[in-house]
């Protein structure tokens, strides 16, 4: 390990992406230390001060902030916080490092589009978010890209699944044990992606000197009702997924209807294509939910 690869990971210890970026760096050799809601409330007045306290002592080389507002319904509600937490945050960890000289990776998501296209969001595609959230992410990245920092990737990502935190793809086999059926939205289609798989191109990103709005997610395209059948069907599990319209789940934040993601920018800086989403799936489900004997 040399000085150069030393990370501070907002949300290191709780966060689904968080955890995964801490594994990633650290089994390619990284130090990593871990900030989080434990250590700091970035919603208090003093955030600021305290991150800047904490970046001085342990002198990071990059700040990978996987902290967010991440409550998709909540957010039409808590619109205050979403803002503090998706915009402000990003804001004030882009002028920490700016006077700090250290590199920033960044989070966003493809809720900042609307879904009214029919073919792979590119990063030069116009966003346009349908509910708070998205707009709050976007918010964040309009406030990063504005600093013109010169290390500074913004990753946006989608439909994320993984060890150490709840997420669909648990949720669902969790369900299954109680259920033996469930009902599944057929026509909002993504890019389900590997928290594991996310942290290790996001890694190749920072090696290759990246710099700036990158899409980055696992290949392939599914439905929540067909990443929730090959989830099932990878589990060994009995349960039955049928289809519904989104329509017969009404949820207080509008969601795009279509939001995978393309990748080129990735591909054609690092060389990487990403793995098929049902391969990382199948990993995923082999090493956390091994079927029963
Ligand atoms: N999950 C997805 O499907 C998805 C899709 C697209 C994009 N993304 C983006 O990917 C990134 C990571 O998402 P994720 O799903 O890994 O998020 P997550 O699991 O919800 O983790 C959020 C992290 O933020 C921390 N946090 C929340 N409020 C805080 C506060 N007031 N003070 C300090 N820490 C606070 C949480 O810490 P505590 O546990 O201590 O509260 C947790 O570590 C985000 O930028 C998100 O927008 C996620």
Redesign the pocket.
């Known amino acids: 390990m040399n000085n150069a690869q030393k990370a501070l990971v ?11 970026m801490v594994t990633i760096l650290r089994e390619s050799g990284w130090a990593a230390d871990t ?9 208090a007045p003093d ?1 600021a001060d305290a991150l800047s306290l904490l970046v001085d002592k342990l002198e990071p080389s990059v700040i990978v ?7 998709v319904d909540a957010a039409e509600e808590d619109v205050e ?1 979403a803002f ?3 915009r402000s945050l990003p804001a004030m960890l882009g002028r920490l490092v700016k006077t700090r000289g250290c590199g920033l990776v ?6 900042v589009f609307n879904g009214k296209k029919n073919q792979p969001y590119t990063s030069d595609d116009v966003p346009d978010p349908l509910c708070v ?1 998205g707009k709050s ?1 976007l918010a ?1 990245e309009d406030a990063l890209l504005s600093l013109d920092l010169p290390r500074c990737l913004i990753i ?6 993984g060890p150490g ?1 709840k ?2 793809v648990s949720t669902i086999l969790q369900l299954c044990k109680q259920k033996k059926s469930l009902q599944v939205v057929h026509d909002h289609i993504g890019s389900p ?1 590997y ?1 594991l798989d996310l942290a290790q191109y996001t890694l190749k990103l920072l090696e290759a000197e990246g710099s700036g709005l990158f899409h980055v997610v696992n290949s392939g395209m599914a439905s929540w009702c067909e990443l929730a059948s090959e989830a099932t069907r990878l589990a060994q599990t009995e349960c039955l997924i049928t289809p519904v319209p989104s329509s017969a789940y009404p949820q207080k934040a509008t969601r795009p209807a279509y939001s995978v993601l393309d990748c080129e920018a990735l591909s054609r800086l690092t060389g990487i294509v990403p793995r098929p989403w049902p391969r990382a799936l199948r990993e995923y489900i082999l090493k956390a939910f091994p079927p029963a004997e």
């Open positions: 907002l949300g290191g210890a709780t966060g689904l992406l968080g955890q995964a900030v989080g809601g434990a250590d700091v409330d970035l919603r955030a902030n996987a902290i967010a507002y991440t409550q916080t503090l937490l998706n960044h989070f966003s998501t493809d809720f959230y992410k964040g946006r990502t989608a439909w994320l699944f935190k997420n669909f992606t928290t």
